[in-house]
């Protein structure tokens, strides 16, 4: 890496980082004002405890050498990152941790507010370790999703949102639904927290996806503005989509929308152009509404919809990826052969990731003895109930 | 002495409080309460599932009146904070034993 | 006409409102408070000191009901905001003088 | 059975916790209301033009009280919320019909 | 570009992304709570909408080769931004849409609180494609003012804050004062917000002002010092200005200062040094402090005082510009003549942004039947009027 | 410097920039809903007057010719920033600029809630002229600290942070206790503000600890990974610590114990690696949470922590750099020998913060009549005291 790449990694790092604080506010925002502090809380140990794992052992599995046919990389190889290969390796290792801390985080929509602590902090480190960097090792590491079909994912929208998404769609089943819901309205106590926060992640994914190039070249500046663009037109096709629908356009609705484009690129950023970004834009905003309508219909009560946005959205680009990627860009032909390809890589992450997940949620239910919060703490908030804390106080009496 | 209550719509406060000055009122105490009844909360679509709000915020009033203003508050009251729309809210009256002014111990009448 | 009072727990309030329409009353009022009684708040340790947390957050309601209406509605209220619990609340109930529709004027029994 | 009411300083709630709670009350109900009165809030000047703040931000308390503790809780609570300054507050007292403990149904004396 | 430059453009731009976020953080926190909402998603939509309209056409506007004798740019030269010239002119794409997007979001502050979101999707339409990007071909893209002038405008001092100024006013005056005002205090609901808001509107200003010099050199780094010490100082002085005038220092003056201080250093951050810079802060704090004030004298209800910081502030900065720039920046002799030039660039801006507006608004209004809220929309609060949301939701009785 | 050192130190400039409005959040938070506006207020002044006297003295007293044999640097030597040497001093100059910003803002959190605002803004200007760059000159520009002693201070553990929070002591005991402490709990009114304002933290931190590699090499990206390392380290610790100890792990933990961790590493980012950085973010967690309950035991009212954090953080990263600086990124040995070179510069700044401060607070108080706030106004707040503006207004009825 030249010095201008170096600088332009770090930066990138920087940004991404700066996406588990704005995933915090964008979810706290969602959450009712008894459980804001548990969903900093929970975004803050995905920040501390996915740190140091992957630092023990996710580097290594994900980007160690090969082991087991493909399946992970050796996990002592790099143990406490030693024998990095000099300056490249080691921005690798940073570039690299700040997507291993954010994928966890992502989950926490899926089951806010109604997780025990305890079971949140045991189910994240055993997914730090099996899910993500075993999975991020297939697609990227050499192992066996590039080995077998040689999907293309340029940012992680399979390692990543397709990954997480359907994670949090089992631990919302595994947990079940909230006290009271679908009938009590569980209303965001703080949408312009969530605004701010998906200003933020749109901000710190211009770090994920133009710095997935690498290096500072043409296809980290196209990564730049297609994401751009996508989240812009995903935003604006979702606020239409709501208007036409539901016949009112909201800030929650722009919000999301905005996220769901920046999911939706983040498979493609490196290999779409213009026209890609804008009909990944349109078709991201428009089906991630549609699908975030579903968990009422089918009853899963995904609190604040990662598998409408993550699961939806990460798959859609990533198939999406198949029929719009550029040769000039990607150096493979769009088709129904590259299509294929992305299928695969999408179905195998799909399945270890359900699988995966319920086994770690069963686990931990064992060893917790239940990983529900108990209904008090539940009626009365896991911030108490959990932190002893408050989110706000506006007046002097106090809790 | 007599306390009147009254719950009305949040905006109608800036009128109500003009209108009991005139009368001669020289203080209130204000509270945000949330109201249910007739008139109905919007109702919202939160991702997909329409949900009914059926609390409406309003604002309650306490005043503090001698038998004598009784009348012309309960009047001022109720004209400034119509507006003829459902959900204007509703006033009453209570007799009060004792009225003390904390600040010198005055009582009743004097306390005002 | 009378005022019935009740102190009771935040998460009660859906039940409540449930049982006191299905005795027929049209409408309430109801303010956020924070109680302070036997039930004692959680205590807190920040930065290392332990503080008693006293006041606990309640929810007041407020309705007007007829005579005739009035042991309906402290039985319903009553039983539906009970949970066994210590902190469970209270009720009183206040004889009023007057109670007066805003947007009609109407007054007493009609003004409800 | 009688109710009350006071409208205090905020900061002055401590205080009279601590001295209702001498005289044997064991328990109250609290709420943050806006006051308007002779004490008038400070004035702002918000870019260049000037606001008088009316409504300054007071506490009210309730406290339910048998007959044979009223004269020792008035007396308690008017000493410990007085400053002597303006703006300090009023209190005044209601006769109540009933009072009712939620959680066991005990009525009157019994459910203070 | 080499490598750092093109480093240096895209963390540039994304700075300069941030600032819209930013920048509903301030005016957010600045207007009642029943219109947070509003405010957020009126800048979210600027974002949105204006990105595809600055990719659609606005480049081609802006950039493209003059037609008409300098009127605008060719508007299907770069349509969906074909034919772009390689990886420098991607990143010019790139680094100026942020400034297409912040543009009109600015005005927002202006008519704040009592504009149908429909009239402002409108407004903000046809303002981006006819206002925003003609003035910039005028001033940048080497049209009339260029041509007739030569003004010099580092970063967008007439482009951006004069022309969203003088074009808030007039949707101040069109749509006229909000209900109340000015006999009821309409207070900032959360200046925490705003406070933070104008912090983060600094730090993308560094992307703003020092990227303007499309390069790393000397002039960035210039600009980025200059920057900062105008707002240092612009912040610091509108503090004084008001504790001696009525009393007492406060967050807003100081959250105003910095941002005036921006705003006046903007045109000139290329081309002034340490002393003008000084110079330029002092000022823009004092004079758009009293500034500010004339809104109450004339009447007029410029709700977040647009008129007083960016149109004041940028005209003070143009004009400055004219007598500060040393040439050794500028390559220009600071004096009248320079002075002149600068006056001509402002005075045309100034002329066109006021009638574009009045036809926008009033072509709008005939559109939409009226362009402002209903009475009742405007008393319950936008929020609920246009998006049925609520701002904030502390307790669970529901909004 | 080349162009991408300079893209970096101005990226990092940037981020250390932010880290001011940062701690507004992360201080802001902390404090009572009456007071949020005085600590934006301070920390704006902290960036307006700051900077101002950085331009004029400042950074002449830091790295001017040293005077006096070490004791100072030459105070008119660049006066207004005259006779730099070319842009790598001037890219010099903006960097260190923002650390003279953010070192007397720390001191903030020990004095809040209780000091008037005229005596603040005398304090700290005091503070920025007498005590901070004259340490500053001491340690890196030449002075007697590195002169008598050669310690190692990467980033400013001694500097920064055992300098502020030795300050923040003196001025706690020197005001006195808030009415009421530790009797009435003063709680944190807004805890997710403080969540957030640590992330704030941590990304700026960034800039702080890798651009003082001044420039983009090894050591920038080693300071880069070991400062997160290290901040991830002791939030996790910090929490695991409070769950033990006090029975529940808390938001305010995971916060305090990043920033803490930030804190221990500043000194050491630049010398130490992976384990070393592990080692640091253990203690920082546990040792600064232990010192945080000192002062309910010795009764100070370090109301938000400055001592426990940022001295006891300062002072742990100084001496542990002395054990576990790595010959290979620091060029010395670590060992008792090196530990003596820290002790020495530790005590040192140490000795003349709290002299300078102590006199300082005299003077202030001779010359203000009395320091601080009058009773009334800390109990209705210093918001309305000193500002007359409320931090937060839900509804009309006015503050
Ligand atoms: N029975 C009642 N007891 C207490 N408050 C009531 C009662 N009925 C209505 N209210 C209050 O008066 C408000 C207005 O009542 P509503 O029935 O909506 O309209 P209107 O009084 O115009 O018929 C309600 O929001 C509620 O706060
Ligand atoms: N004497 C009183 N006066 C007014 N309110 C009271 C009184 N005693 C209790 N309350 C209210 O009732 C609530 C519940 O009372 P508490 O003593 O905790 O439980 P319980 O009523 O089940 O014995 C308190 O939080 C307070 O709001
Ligand atoms: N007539 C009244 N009715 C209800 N509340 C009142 C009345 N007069 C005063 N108050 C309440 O008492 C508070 C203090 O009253 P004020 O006139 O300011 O001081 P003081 O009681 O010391 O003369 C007011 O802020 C208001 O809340």
Known sequence: ?????IAWMLFASALVMLMSPGLALFYGGMVRAKNVLSVFMQVFMCMALGSILWVVVGYSIAFGDSMAGGLFGDPTQHFLLRDLDGIDETVTVIFQMMFAIITPALIIGAFAERMKFSAFLLFTGAWSILVYPVVAHWVWG??????????????????????????????????????GWPKTAMLPHNLSMTAFGAGLLW?????????????????????FLVTHIAAATASLFWVVAEWVKDGHPTTLGAASGAVAGLVGITPAAGYVGVNGALVI?????VLCYLAVGLKSRFEY?????????????????????????????SGEEAGFALFGKQLGGVVVTTVYSVLMTFVILFIADALLKGIRSSEEDEVRGLDLGDHKESGYVFTEMGG | MKLVTAIIKPHKLGNVKEALQEVGIAGMTVTEVKGFGRQRGHTEVYRGTE?????????????????????GVVDALVASARTGAIGDGKMWVTQLDRVVRIRTGEMDTDAL
């Open chain 2, 51 to 71: 949900y009914k709000v059926d609390f409406v915020p309003k604002v309650k009033i306490e005043v503090l009146v001698d038998e004598t203003e009784l009348s």
């Open chain 1, 301 to 329: 009560d995904d609190s604040l919809d990662v598998v409408g946005v993550h699961f939806v959205g990460g798959l859609l680009g990533a198939l999406l990826t198949g029929f719009l990627a550029t040769q000039g860009l």
């Open chain 1, 203 to 223: 901000f710190g994914w211009f770090g994920f996806n133009a710095g997935s190039a690498g290096a500072v070249n043409m296809q980290a500046v196209n990564a």
């Open chain 1, 142 to 179: 050499g192992g066996i999703i590039d080995d077998w079909f040689g999907s293309l994912d340029f940012a992680g929208g399979t390692v990543i949102h397709v990954n997480a998404g359907i994670a949090g769609l089992v631990t919302a089943v595994v947990l079940g639904k909230r006290t």
């Open chain 1, 281 to 285: 834009g349109v078709l991201a905003g």
């Open chain 1, 1 to 5: 890496m030249s010095s201008a790449d």
